[in-house]
């Protein structure tokens, strides 16, 4: 079942800083993905993956066209809708897992992950976040700091924990092994595909090629509509 | 008393007093503006309390005229001849032969009856006062009837003693609308308040504030469900006529801490000696 | 108005003599959203709160409570004793100086009680009880219930005006800066309360804030104001990562990134 869907999605940028320069970043992008299923966003740097990634997410906006998410049975247009109905779709559909943690100074890093759960009570929000940070190699003695003096790799983990913890039906990931050694890569890897057997649908940038190919089926190539876009 | 009118005030401004505690009055435990005159004693020495006796005296009025219940003292003596002199009026030291009573900080031990008056005399008549300066903003408050600030003094109080700590000028809602103060007579008094049959009147001089409560109006004290207002007093007998249930001064007798309560109401205490009744302090003397 | 929206506000127009604070700002509220409004010096964000909250009357426009009856309110004409009601129950301000909302010389218990006593509470075991577990949701330690607020530290002052604001169980909270005056050590933990008791209790904030940091951690919607009107809005983090008005841009790439 499509679980995510565009059709004609662009966009540009206005710099006005710049006094108006434009940049088209998308033009009629089409895609979908099904539940159970991996889309790799493919192409080179800078060609407007991350872009891409973003607009599906609602964080960058589209200048047309429609993102299809199926939200409780229905298709919502992500595009078009009202900010509290995409709220609404983050938190219970939609996850996004960005490139870098941002950090909130001073909360712990349990209570960073346990936040992003919905559906659960407190007690077993923490629970589960304590798991997925196990899991993630972050010990235990590590939960009660805040994520800020962590390394960048260890900032990444508590990101991606915080990422699956919502068990969202469709689940956006921007290069989620980038700060990561093999070892550590190779569970992140277990997760999506764990993931993808529960029926979540996932959109993916991975820069790297052994683990793009563990995990997607298909891909998507995003090209440049710049010709000096590097 | 030649060059002066009945009872020292010309009918104009008597007329304007009267004005102000009809619409008291009307409105229990509202305050009145009022337009106070220059009297011949200083403010903080009963000129409000003066201006209403002043106001609603007549000529078969009969007057008793109390300070702290004795009608001995000095301010008592001086009003009641102030009265004798520019109205000619009957006065007694005898609450139930009284017509008008004028009191500071006491309410008579003997219950006052529906053919009397009772003005009290008033320092402070706005009861939020020291919980906000601002008198535009307690009259706001006063309209609103937004008095949980009171309510924040009394749990302050709960909370640093135990009990609410105010022992006089204990606030009361009258009428179930409007915070009150009923002028600093001792908490003890202020059941005395509620359905009094007495028509009570409020004078406040410096102020320049006139209140009331009508007769059989329903006055309570504030408190909290959990730590209902109770009176207290000194746990002793009158020294004199051995009562035990009137409020007691406690005088000072000797250099080595002798020490004498006797009833503050001197007229109740009087006509329990004449009834043949004796405090300890008599029969020790005998 | 919708029907869905708690607060609306159409055609807001203010100005101090030849000065425009307020020019045509239309703004609408939901059950349970918190709406930053952002902007700097000048930019009629502060005015808006004030006019929102109905303690400054506009020149023009109009704004629309729907109370829990589910009855609309004009804010604007509605009687004084009404206004002043609906503050003391329904609705919350969290003043960006703690001291200008509290009772500096009433106990912690005592100003956390206040609104229920105002409100016809006269138990006093229970009113302590609930001040106690009202500082107990703010992290103030329980024992500090008979202290002043003299005694405590901004941030504990700040959390002190929380509770005693949240205390009624307000449905819209109306907040000015409310890290504003504190250390940033203090901010992060003071914002994260915010965050989470507004979630837990679902209540509606409209936050003036100029810190575009603390408008994306606690806001789902984000009002962009510019010398009086409202330039931009929408989502918090697509319009401060992907600002589409010149000012907004201008705005977003001016903060400093430690």
């Known amino acids: 079942m499509i679980m995510l869907k565009t059709e004609a999605l662009s966009k540009r940028f206005v710099l006005h800083l710049r006094g108006g320069l434009t940049l088209p970043v998308l033009d009629a992008v089409n895609l979908h993905v099904s539940a159970g299923e991996c889309l790799a966003l493919a192409g080179p740097s800078g060609a407007g993956k991350s872009t891409l990634l973003r607009a599906l ?24 809708a009202a900010p509290r109905d995409v709220v609404r779709v983050r938190q219970h559909t939609l996850g996004y897992v960005s490139q870098f943690l941002r950090v909130v100074p001073r909360v712990p890093a349990l209570e960073v992950v346990a936040a992003a759960a919905h559906n659960l009570t407190p007690e077993a929000a923490r629970a589960r976040a304590a798991e997925l940070l196990l899991r993630l190699h972050i010990p235990a003695r590590m939960h009660a700091l805040p994520p800020a003096t962590f390394s960048g790799g260890e900032q990444q983990r508590v990101n991606l924990a915080r990422g699956f913890i919502g068990a969202h039906p469709i689940l956006l990931l921007d290069e989620p092994t980038a700060s990561l050694d093999s070892e550590r890569a190779d569970i992140v890897v277990d997760m999506i595909l764990e993931a993808k057997q529960n029926g979540t649908a996932i959109v993916g940038i991975f820069h790297d090629l052994p683990v793009r190919d563990r995990i997607a089926d298909r891909l998507h190539t995003v090209t440049p509509l710049l010709q000096d876009a590097a | 008393m030649k060059g002066y009118n009945f009872a020292y005030l010309d009918e104009q ?45 007549g000529e078969a009025d009969v007057l008793k005229v109390i300070d702290q219940g004795a009608d001995d003292t000095t301010n008592a003596v001086s009003i009641r001849r102030f009265f004798a002199r520019t109205a000619g009026v009957a006065t007694t030291t005898h609450t139930e032969d009284a017509t008008v009573i004028q009191t500071r900080h006491r309410i008579p031990e003997a219950k006052l009856g529906h053919n009397q008056i009772i003005v009290y005399q008033v320092p402070q008549p706005e009861p939020l006062s020291k919980l906000e300066p601002s008198r535009a903003e307690t009259r706001r408050m006063h309209a609103l009837a937004e008095y949980g600030a009171m309510h924040v003094k009394l749990y302050e109080d709960i909370t640093r003693y135990g009990h609410v700590a105010i022992s006089y000028d204990y606030p009361v809602m009258v009428g179930g609308r409007y915070l009150m103060s009923p002028s600093p007579i001792p908490a003890f008094d202020n059941p005395k308040l509620h359905m009094m049959p007495a028509l009570q009147l409020f004078g406040a001089g410096r102020e320049s504030r006139i209140y009331a409560i009508p007769p059989y109006t329903a006055v309570h004290s504030l408190d909290f469900e959990d730590h209902p207002f ?54 020790a003397a005998e | 108005m919708r029907e869905d929206t708690l607060l609306s506000a ?44 109905g303690r400054m009357a506009p020149h023009s426009g109009v704004t629309w409570y729907r109370a829990p009856d589910g009855v609309l309110h004009d804010v604007h004409t509605m009687p004084m004793p009404a206004l002043r009601a609906l503050h003391r129950s329904d609705w919350g301000f969290v003043q960006q100086n703690p001291r200008d909302s509290l009772r500096m010389g009433t106990t912690a218990g005592g100003n956390v009680g206040e609104r229920l006593m105002a409100q016809g509470s006269r138990h006093y075991g ?113 319009v401060l990562d992907d600002p589409q008005h010149p000012y907004t841009q201008l705005l977003v790439s001016s903060v400093l990134h430690a």
Not at chain 2, 27 to 45: A, D, K, T, V
Not at chain 3, 132 to 144: A, C
Request: charged share 25%; glycine share 10%; hydrophobic share 40%.
């Open chain 1, 57 to 80: 997410y609602g964080n960058y906006r589209a200048d047309s066209g429609r993102i299809l998410v199926r939200h409780d049975g229905q298709l919502v247009d992500i595009a078009a």
């Open chain 2, 13 to 57: 401004t008597k007329r304007m007093i009267r004005r102000a505690l009809l619409k008291a009055v009307a409105i229990p435990g509202h305050q009145i503006p009022f337009g106070s005159r220059e009297m011949p004693l200083p403010y903080g020495w009963g000129t409000g309390g003066i201006q209403v006796t002043a106001s609603v005296l």
């Open chain 2, 230 to 283: 109770r009176t207290t007093r000194a746990p002793h007998a009158c020294g004199l006529c051995g009562a035990t249930n009137s409020y007691l001064d406690e005088v000072v007798t000797d250099d080595r801490g002798g020490r004498l309560f006797c009833c503050s109401d001197t007229d109740f205490c009087e006509t329990r000696r004449d009834a043949g009744h004796v405090g300890a302090t008599e029969m």
């Open chain 3, 10 to 53: 159409r055609g807001l127009s203010l100005h101090f003599g030849n000065i425009p604070a307020l020019v045509e700002v239309d703004a609408d509220l939901w059950p349970g959203e918190v709406l930053a409004v952002v902007g700097e010096s000048g930019s009629g964000k502060t005015t808006l709160l004030n006019v929102l909250s």
């Open chain 3, 126 to 238: 229970r009113i302590r009880e609930a001040a106690i577990d009202w500082l107990r949701q703010v992290e103030i330690d329980e024992s500090r219930v008979d202290d002043l607020p003299r005694t405590f530290s901004g941030g504990m002052q700040q959390r002190l005006q929380i509770a005693r604001t949240l205390v009624t169980n307000p449905r819209l909270v109306f907040m000015d800066e409310p890290t504003g005056g504190l250390d940033v050590s203090v901010q992060a933990r003071l914002l994260d309360l915010i965050r989470s008791l507004v979630a837990r209790l679902d209540i509606a904030v409209v936050l003036v804030t100029h810190d575009l940091a603390v408008a994306r951690l606690l806001a789902h919607r984000i009002m962009v104001m510019q010398r009086g009107r409202v330039v931009e809005t929408g989502l918090t983090d697509q």
